[in-house]
C-alpha cells in the first residue's frame, strides 16, 4: 500500500515521504481500515517534529484520526463490520497511521459513523472532539452549567462549545478577530467575546461569576483572567501546553478556592475514551456536531500539509487517501 512514512523526526519535507509498505493485516480483536480521509492535529506534527517525539517502531507513519471503511476483522471481531464506515481515533499510537491507504486500530477504536455524517466530520473527531470532551467531563455533569471556551474557533475549541451546548451548560468563548468570531458563533456560543476588547472581563463577568468550567487553550496568557472568573464551583482544564509556563499564583488560586486540571488525551483511562466517543456519536446524531472550514491536500502534499497546521491554519486541514 502507500503511506506517508518517517524514519526519524525532523521538518516535515526533510523526513515525512510516500512510499510502497505491506498492507497491515488485523490480528485478534482489531479491525482493518480502507482509509478515505486522515485528519492532521497539532499533536501529530508535534510527534513527527520530534517535539514530543514517540519511539519510531522501524518506521512511522503519521496522523491519529481519520475516517475509512472497514475492509477486514481479526479473531473476535463481529465480521458484519465489514463495509462498515467508521471514524478513528489513535492509530498512530502505533506505527499504523492514518496517512496510509490502510490503517489497523483495535476495534473501539473504529467507531461508527452515524447515517448522514460526512467522513470529513468523521477525519475532524478524534483528538479535538475527545479532548474537548475530557475537559468538559472529567470533574461532572454539566447540564445546567457556565462554561468558557478558550479559543473558540480552533477545532478543540469548536468541539467543546457544540458539546457542552448538546449537553445543556451556557457557553461563552473568546476569540481573537472577527472572523473567528463568527466561526464561535456558528459553532452554537451563547456569548462570544473578543478578549483584546477593553470590555471582555466585564462581559464575561455579566455572562457567568463564578463559571463553573473553563476550557483553557493558553493558562500562561489567560490565568489571571481566568482567576478573575473564578470560584469555589470553578475548574479551569488546560489542554494545550505553550512555549512559556505559567507562574502560578498561589495565594490567588486560594481565594478563588478553584481547581485546575491538565489534560494530555494519552493518559485519560481508555473506558473514558470509549465513553468519550459513544457520546460524541449521540452528539451527532443529533445533529450538534457540525465541521469546521476545511483545508483539503491531496496524499501527495502530506508535508504541506503538516507545515499548514503547524503554521496555526484557522479550520480543519485534511488529507483525501487515494
Not at 521538518?11 to 505491506?22: F, G, K
Not at 462554561?147 to 462549545?161: E, K, T
Not at 457544540?162 to 472577527?178: F, I, K, W, Y
Amino acid at each position: 500500500m502507500k503511506a506517508a512514512v518517517y524514519t526519524r523526526t525532523g521538518a516535515a519535507r526533510d523526513v515525512l515521504h510516500l512510499e510502497e509498505v505491506d498492507r497491515p493485516e488485523p490480528t485478534a480483536g482489531e479491525v482493518r481500515v480502507r482509509v478515505c480521509v486522515s485528519g492532521v492535529n497539532p499533536t501529530d506534527y508535534k510527534t513527527r517534529s520530534g517535539a514530543t517525539a514517540r519511539p519510531i517502531d522501524g518506521f512511522q507513519i503519521p496522523n491519529q484520526d481519520g475516517a475509512g471503511i472497514v475492509d477486514a476483522v481479526g479473531e473476535g471481531v463481529d465480521p458484519a463490520r465489514v463495509g462498515q464506515e467508521v471514524w478513528i481515533w489513535f492509530a498512530a499510537t502505533r506505527r499504523w497511521g492514518t496517512a496510509a491507504q490502510w490503517t489497523v486500530v483495535p476495534q473501539e477504536q473504529a467507531v461508527p459513523l452515524p447515517a448522514g455524517a460526512s467522513m470529513d466530520l468523521g477525519a475532524s473527531l478524534g483528538v479535538p472532539a475527545m479532548t474537548a470532551h475530557r475537559c468538559l467531563h472529567a470533574d461532572g455533569p454539566i447540564t445546567g452549567k457556565s462554561v468558557l471556551v478558550a479559543g473558540g474557533a480552533g477545532a478543540v475549541g469548536h468541539f467543546a462549545i457544540e458539546l457542552a451546548r448538546h449537553d445543556g451548560a451556557r457557553v461563552a468563548t473568546t476569540v481573537s478577530s472577527t472572523d473567528k468570531a463568527s466561526l464561535a458563533a456558528a459553532a452554537g456560543a451563547d456569548l462570544v467575546v473578543n478578549y483584546r476588547k477593553d470590555d471582555a472581563r466585564e462581559q464575561l463577568r455579566r455572562f457567568a461569576a463564578p463559571m463553573d468550567r473553563i476550557v483553557e487553550v493558553n493558562l500562561a496568557a489567560n490565568l489571571e483572567l481566568d482567576l478573575s472568573l473564578s470560584g469555589a464551583t470553578t475548574t479551569i482544564v488546560t489542554f494545550a501546553a505553550t512555549a512559556e509556563d505559567p507562574a502560578l499564583p498561589v495565594r490567588a488560586c486560594m481565594n478563588a478556592n478553584v481547581t485546575l486540571r491538565f489534560v494530555l488525551l494519552y493518559g485519560v483511562p481508555k473506558d473514558e475514551l470509549t465513553r468519550a466517543a459513544d457520546d460524541i456519536n449521540r452528539a451527532i446524531v443529533t445533529g450538534a456536531l457540525t465541521e469546521l472550514p476545511v483545508h483539503r491536500f491531496s496524499f501527495d502534499d502530506i508535508a504541506a500539509a503538516h507545515e499548514a497546521v503547524e503554521a496555526g491554519i484557522v479550520g480543519k486541514v485534511l488529507v483525501d487517501i487515494d
